[in-house]
């Protein structure tokens, strides 16, 4: 095997080794220098086990999320205390880390098959495709890719499967859980989507405060838990339960539409 060893999906590991480093290497100004990353719970990360650990997150870009959580997971694990000062870190990156994403989005450009190739376990989304509302069974390969990458190492989700706050969360996380029993660690996050654009590629505004919460894993009863009690659960874990929704000033919710429609005019032109 050697320099050719692949992983269960049959990437290469010295090849994707390689481009965790050079990503790494060009997005960590994005984070320490150009805005400021704050980070909480390092010794979450370090006490977790090689495998079978699913991490729940809300999302607000589409990479500049998931990136950050690669910095943030191999800073930790290479005795960092909430903080990715210092790039060594990634020189030998944890190769057993995968992400979920829509196939559409990771089949776009050669940029998104790179980071498709970094870990991406792509599936088809029963929802949405190519802008507009469908409705469509899950495909069962897809959850049994799911399965593998748990089976090999660590999961990171997006249960909302978009970047608009306070959507509700897909029952889908949900039978993943039941099914494979995951530790399942929740993750909160901030700044990002005032700090980069949609898609999380372009720096949009400098200066800005990025935070990432890494919480404790969380108490399920999978063999007795409800779909329905495990996604409030997470909604919960997540700060994104429709109750969040009281404690948010109103000038603040507003500000934040007002960006989000900016936005879109954007993606338009």
């Known amino acids: 095997m050697g320099i050719f060893k692949r992983n269960p999906f049959g990437h290469i590991l010295f090849l994707k080794k390689f481009?965790?480093?050079?990503?790494?290497?060009?997005?960590?100004?994005?984070?320490?220098?150009?805005?400021?990353?704050?980070?909480?719970?390092?010794e979450v990360i370090r006490n977790l086990p090689d495998k079978n650990v699913l991490f729940v997150s809300n999302h607000q870009t589409y990479f500049a999320d998931v990136v950050a959580m690669f910095h943030v997971f191999n800073a930790s694990l290479k005795g960092r205390d909430d903080?990715?000062?210092?790039?060594?870190?990634?020189?030998?990156p944890k190769l057993n880390i995968y992400y979920i994403a829509a196939a559409e989005t990771m089949n776009k450009n050669l940029l998104t098959k790179i980071m498709a190739y970094v870990g991406s376990i792509s599936v088809e989304r029963?929802?949405?495709?190519?802008?507009?509302?469908v409705n469509r069974?899950?495909?069962?390969?897809?959850?049994?890719?799911?399965?593998?990458?748990?089976?090999?190492?660590?999961?990171?989700?997006?249960?909302?499967?978009?970047?608009?706050?306070?959507?509700?969360?897909?029952?889908?996380?949900a039978h993943i859980?039941?099914?494979?029993?995951?530790?399942?660690?929740?993750?909160?996050?901030?700044?990002?989507?005032?700090?980069?654009?949609k898609?999380?590629?372009?720096?949009?505004?400098?200066?800005?405060?990025?935070?990432?919460?890494?919480?404790?894993?969380?108490?399920?009863?999978?063999?007795?838990?409800?779909?329905?009690?495990?996604?409030e659960k997470l909604e919960y874990a997540i700060e994104q339960?429709?109750?969040?929704?009281?404690?948010?000033?109103?000038?603040?919710?507003l500000a934040l539409e007002e960006e989000n429609k900016l936005r879109k005019f954007r993606n338009t032109n």
């Open 83 to 92: 903080s990715i000062k210092g790039i060594q870190y990634l020189w030998q």
């Open 241 to 253: 339960h429709p109750s969040f929704l009281k404690v948010i000033p109103q000038e603040e919710l």
């Open 19 to 42: 481009l965790i480093r050079f990503l790494g290497l060009v997005t960590h100004a994005r984070y320490k220098r150009f805005n400021k990353l704050e980070i909480e719970g390092s």
């Open 199 to 231: 898609k999380g590629l372009r720096i949009k505004k400098k200066g800005i405060l990025q935070s990432m919460v890494i919480k404790e894993p969380l108490e399920i009863d999978y063999e007795n838990e409800s779909f329905e009690a495990i996604i």
């Open 177 to 197: 859980i039941k099914k494979y029993q995951p530790l399942v660690v929740p993750v909160v996050i901030d700044g990002f989507r005032r700090s980069f654009d």
């Open 137 to 173: 069974q899950v495909k069962m390969s897809d959850i049994s890719s799911i399965g593998k990458a748990l089976a090999d190492g660590w999961v990171i989700t997006f249960p909302q499967g978009t970047t608009t706050p306070w959507k509700p969360l897909r029952k889908g996380t």
């Open 126 to 133: 029963t929802w949405r495709a190519e802008g507009k509302d």
